[in-house]
């Protein structure tokens, strides 16, 4: 809460008019964070629409808070709203261009439009962000699942699951190609 106070100072023999702004325990940002938070458990509780809520109601706080638009843009392709996931994305890039997972979701966001060599250049760029992303190795693996690159998709999918043998995405992928 932010209160603002209007009060004369006198400096060196001037009156000085003064706004003095006291900020209350909770801050926007912190009430925001708060918000992001509960988004994300409503999300992966499938409540997708509560969960945009609380990320609206975040970003409506804090517009400079790059987690809550990319977390927006994720329970909207959860919702099938591609457009709207690609834009809440981008603002999420415009404010943090060097955050990897956001690259990776915007290149899975373009090839969920049919753009996929536009979306290995994000995946790209977030991989040379974070070479560990295991995110990032699942969606390098769907996009070249995508071109007709089984080969490919089988190793970047291998390499998730290297990096995290709890990505259940890439495990199920995988077992798929080496099944066809």
Known sequence: MIFLVNKKLKIFGITTLA???????????QESHA?????????NA??????????????GLDSQDSDAWFYKGTALVQESK????????DHALLLNPDNSNYNV?????LAMQGKNDEAENYVDKGLV???????GWGAKG???????????????????????????????????????
């Open 129 to 135: 962000l974070n070479s560990n992303n295991s995110f």
């Open 142 to 180: 769907d996009i070249a699942e995508a071109k007709g690159d089984k080969a490919e998709a089988i190793f970047d999918f291998y390499k998730a699951i290297k990096l995290n043998p709890a990505n259940t995405v890439s495990l199920k992928e995988l077992h798929k190609l080496a099944h066809t």
């Open 19 to 29: 706004l003095l702004l006291l900020v209350g325990i909770v801050s926007a940002s």
């Open 35 to 43: 918000l992001v938070t509960k988004g994300v458990d409503l999300n």
């Open 46 to 59: 499938k409540k997708y629409d509560d969960a945009i809520s609380n990320f609206n109601k975040a970003i």
């Open 105 to 109: 979701a915007k290149g899975l966001v």
């Open 82 to 89: 591609i457009k709207e996931a690609d834009a809440a994305i």
